[in-house]
Nanobody, 119 residues
Framework: QVQLVESGGGLVQAGGSLRLSCTAS????????MGWYRQHPGIQRELVAT???????NYADSVRGRFTISRDNAKNTVYLQMNSLEPEDTAVYYC?????????????WGQGTQVTVSS
């Protein structure tokens, strides 16, 4: 089993910044991809950004240029630096670990952290 613990959510004014962190723990060899997804009330969860074990990144069009994803493989931690936040970014943000080697199942989600951007 793999546990994902998120931190860094909160309330911020539009134009401000927040940094989310997510650390994976458990008995596994490596994590193929880590990422952030978000869910607005009543709407399906959507991709925000992902990063592979080797550092390849992918962003949703709505956040590209404002958000930066990074990871520290030695710490099994993924970060999401969110700048120029907009009220539309308000959502619950979930961390995901996919392609985890050495365990089954090999896809895990964090508990979610609330991000609220006030106008």
């Amino acid at each position: 089993q793999v546990q994902l613990v998120e931190s860094g959510g909160g309330l911020v004014q539009a134009g401000g910044s927040l940094r989310l962190s997510c650390t994976a723990s458990g008995s596994f060899f490596s994590i193929g991809a880590m990422g952030w997804y978000r869910q607005h009330p009543g709407i399906q969860r959507e991709l925000v950004a992902t990063i592979t074990l080797y550092g390849s990144t992918n962003y949703a069009d709505s956040v590209r240029g404002r958000f930066t994803i990074s990871r520290d493989n030695a710490k099994n931690t993924v970060y999401l630096q969110m700048n120029s936040l907009e009220p539309e970014d308000t959502a619950v943000y979930y961390c995901n670990a996919a392609g985890v080697l050495g365990v089954w199942p090999n896809d895990y989600w964090g508990q979610g952290t609330q991000v609220t951007v006030s106008s």
